[in-house]
């Protein structure tokens, strides 16, 4: 591709999802779109651009979504999911014991192993959590990649990604050479299409928030901009988890670390 065409793809590619194709990931363009172009049974990159400059919305958006659909896999980083279960989830009962629920967030669900991990989380806690109502909202860009979010069925490979084998027996069936999670498991989770780049209020609000791993792939400003979105969906005491390689620092005054607590953050009041 001409230098011009890498141009246009990052443009278009910021404007569409906010992704930043900084030249050092340019290589990222050639390794995700030739897949989408010999689908079209196009000769190449070059081809696959000048069909784009047509303003073709279908291979726009197909586009978009091979760009933005990133690699997950269950209980990843583990960290995470223990401090929820450990802290959070011990704080939110305590907290709300009058109205007996609260509400959760997995921006950028991918095909839906964060979320899924949540839900075996708290179905693991059994009777602590009877009587509870608890909703958990996944979202993402790509609603192919949510399709396969919801219909919960995995590869042997992905299964074993991160997933102990007592939590792969008791939640999954196996279904030929794949696994499907357990129906009262896949009931848990409302999966709904969602732009980071949008206003997240029609999400309406949460009590905790995981963002993690996705605003690596923003600027500076739009990453202000998320932070903030997302503080003003949650309460006083709401809990946001990020990335390992991410931080609220230099960002935002929105948030602020969890004292001895890596990848989790709390609203300071501040805007």
């Given at each position: 591709m001409s230098p011009d065409d890498i141009e246009f793809l990052a443009r278009l590619l910021k404007e569409q999802s906010g992704l930043?194709?900084?030249?050092?990931?340019s290589y990222l363009l050639e390794?995700?779109?030739?897949?989408?172009s010999r689908k079209h049974d196009m000769k190449?990159?070059?081809?696959?651009?000048?069909?784009?400059?047509?303003?073709?919305?279908?291979?726009?958006?197909?586009?978009?979504?091979a760009m933005t659909t990133n690699e997950s896999f269950f209980f990843r980083d583990s960290k995470p999911f223990d401090l929820f279960r450990e802290h959070v989830l011990p704080h939110l009962m305590s907290t709300r014991g009058d109205k007996k629920s609260f509400r959760v967030w997995c921006a950028a669900a991918s095909s839906g192993q964060e979320p899924y991990?949540?839900?075996?989380?708290?179905?693991?806690?059994?009777?602590?959590?009877?009587?509870?109502r608890y909703d958990i909202v996944g979202t993402?860009?790509?609603?192919?990649?949510?399709?396969?979010?919801?219909?919960?069925?995995?590869?042997?490979?992905?299964?074993?990604?991160?997933?102990?084998?007592?939590?792969?027996?008791?939640?999954f069936e196996k279904q030929d050479e794949q696994w499907r999670i357990k129906p009262e498991i896949r009931s848990m989770i409302n999966y709904r299409f969602f732009n980071l780049l949008s206003d997240p209020a029609s999400l309406?609000?949460?009590?905790?928030?995981f963002c993690r791993n996705v605003l690596i792939y923003f600027d500076q400003p739009m990453k202000k901009v998320i932070l903030e979105r997302i503080a003003s969906l949650m309460p006083a005491d709401g809990m946001l988890?990020?990335?390992?390689?991410?931080?609220?620092?230099?960002?935002?005054q929105a948030f602020r670390p969890v004292a001895g607590q890596r990848g989790v953050y709390e609203l300071t009041g501040e805007v």
């Amino acid at each position: 591709m001409s230098p011009d065409d890498i141009e246009f793809l990052a443009r278009l590619l910021k404007e569409q999802s906010g992704l930043v194709i900084t030249p050092d990931k340019s290589y990222l363009l050639e390794s995700r779109l030739l897949p989408v172009s010999r689908k079209h049974d196009m000769k190449g990159l070059d081809d696959l651009v000048a069909k784009l400059k047509t303003g073709d919305d279908g291979l726009i958006t197909e586009v978009t979504e091979a760009m933005t659909t990133n690699e997950s896999f269950f209980f990843r980083d583990s960290k995470p999911f223990d401090l929820f279960r450990e802290h959070v989830l011990p704080h939110l009962m305590s907290t709300r014991g009058d109205k007996k629920s609260f509400r959760v967030w997995c921006a950028a669900a991918s095909s839906g192993q964060e979320p899924y991990s949540l839900a075996i989380t708290l179905m693991e806690e059994g009777a602590k959590l009877d009587g509870w109502r608890y909703d958990i909202v996944g979202t993402d860009i790509s609603n192919q990649i949510l399709d396969k979010a919801k219909a919960g069925l995995y590869s042997q490979f992905e299964v074993q990604r991160g997933l102990p084998i007592t939590l792969l027996i008791k939640y999954f069936e196996k279904q030929d050479e794949q696994w499907r999670i357990k129906p009262e498991i896949r009931s848990m989770i409302n999966y709904r299409f969602f732009n980071l780049l949008s206003d997240p209020a029609s999400l309406g609000k949460f009590d905790v928030v995981f963002c993690r791993n996705v605003l690596i792939y923003f600027d500076q400003p739009m990453k202000k901009v998320i932070l903030e979105r997302i503080a003003s969906l949650m309460p006083a005491d709401g809990m946001l988890f990020l990335g390992g390689a991410e931080t609220v620092l230099g960002i935002t005054q929105a948030f602020r670390p969890v004292a001895g607590q890596r990848g989790v953050y709390e609203l300071t009041g501040e805007v």
